[in-house]
């Protein structure tokens, strides 16, 4: 992973130079502790605004991964909950955990999910342990 971080850092001064060359500034480096408070105030002020905004533009990004990975894994678990009834307890238990990202699936799936585990008994008494 460290050999790949200069590639966000790159792109992070490439933003900073168009963002201060559109405020009429100069660029001096993306890292605040070799500037001079003082004299480049407005210079830390687009810093500052433009690591706000990768923050939240990064946030969104997580939050869709997420999203994409849950839906995944979580479908994955019910196509195969027919041979594994392990994974028709972990489908199980991730529809019912409350996930957002879940509810179309759970709204889909719910019904057949809740009846191929009052079919298997010894699934209901594993879900029953785990709730």
């Known amino acids: ?7 966000p850092q790159q792109k992070f ?3 900073l130079k168009e963002v201060l060359k559109e405020a009429g500034l100069s660029y001096k480096g993306s890292d605040p502790s070799k500037l001079d ?10 810093l500052k605004l433009l690591e706000n905004k990768q923050i939240d533009e990064n ?13 995944n894994k979580c ?3 019910i196509d195969h909950c027919k041979e594994d009834s392990s994974d028709l307890a972990s489908a ?7 996930c957002e990202y879940l509810q179309g699936l759970k709204e889909q799936y719910g019904k057949m ?3 191929l585990q009052q079919e298997n008994p010894l699934n209901t008494v594993l879900s029953q342990d785990i709730q």
């Open 37 to 46: 408070h003082d004299e480049d105030r407005e210079y830390m002020m687009q």
């Open 113 to 115: 999910l809740d009846k």
């Open 75 to 77: 479908k994955k678990f």
């Open 59 to 71: 946030k969104k990004l997580v939050a869709e991964n997420n999203k994409q990975y849950f839906y």
């Open 13 to 15: 001064d490439d933003k």
């Open 1 to 7: 992973m460290k050999k790949y971080i200069h590639i």
């Open 92 to 98: 199980h238990i991730m529809l019912n955990s409350g």
